[in-house]
């Protein structure tokens, strides 16, 4: 069985005020779904210190592949690990398309997480124009093979796939239920069943519940819903419901 997981990528998103007005306002969700804030790496701790005692773990959004040396600006997982993070978001779109990040260097970072003990998460999907030439399904099986090529596959056992279509990332355009299924089945028959499978992309409250449905979406990675404390806790708490009734 794959418990399901629900991770908050903030983004560039903090401050201390931010902080201390989300830890007062977030309550533990009922469920058994795992919780994952991933903060900008500098507000880790404090979040940490902020958040009242629960099954919440905490994650980077992108990592170094060195694990320390003259890298001016960067950090290495090591460091996340050694903050008490837990997982790396590897591969973001956003990394991916404003920091001109290579499947090479996104399974470099994987195995990097891997080095330093965190849990990666890779996130892989297809753009708007990739879509429209029919390229979805080519374009997510490259970005899945380049890390199992130099992983393996026992390295993505123990790992998370995220699949973002890049169109729905900020834009309020969630895939619907049954197109993201309909992916994340073709991701699910290259990376076997232990690997558990995310969707994002404008996962919200409302929608979370039909796509958590779908028997091959076992959490959700949430930008900007997971900045509000109710939202995301009603989305942590959808993952929950669903484990206890289908997966
Ligand atoms: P979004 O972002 O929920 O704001 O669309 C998701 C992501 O980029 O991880």
């Known amino acids: 069985m794959r418990r399901a997981l629900v991770a908050a990528n903030w983004k560039m998103n903090a401050s201390v005020r931010a902080i201390e007005s989300f830890a007062a306002a977030w309550r533990e969700p009922p469920g058994s779904a795992d919780i994952l804030f991933c903060p900008p790496l500098g507000y880790l701790d404090r979040l940490a210190a902020a958040l009242p005692a629960g099954r919440h773990r905490y994650g980077v959004q992108n990592v170094a592949t060195a694990a320390s040396g003259a890298f001016t600006g960067e950090h290495a997982p090591e460091m996340a690990a050694d903050l008490g993070a837990t997982h790396a978001i590897v591969g973001h779109s956003e990394r991916r398309a404003l920091y001109g990040e290579t499947d090479a260097l996104a399974a470099e970072k994987f195995a990097a997480a891997r080095r330093a003990g965190l849990t990666p998460i890779l996130c892989v999907g297809e753009t708007l124009a990739e879509r429209r030439a029919g390229q979805a399904r080519a374009v997510v099986l490259r970005q899945v093979d380049a890390v199992l090529a130099r992983e393996g596959a026992a390295a993505m056992a123990g790992a998370l796939v995220a699949y973002e279509p890049v169109w729905a990332i900020g834009t309020g355009e969630t895939a619907a ?48 819903a997971s900045l509000d404390p109710l939202e995301f806790a009603a989305i942590c708490a959808a993952a929950g419901r669903q484990d206890d009734t289908t997966r």
Do not use: C, W
């Open 177 to 224: 239920p049954e197109a993201a299924a309909a992916v994340h089945e073709i991701i699910r028959a290259r990376v076997g069943r232990e690997t558990r499978l995310l969707y994002g992309g404008s996962v919200k409250a409302d929608n979370a519940p039909a796509l958590f449905a779908q028997a091959n979406i076992d959490g959700a990675l949430v930008g900007g």
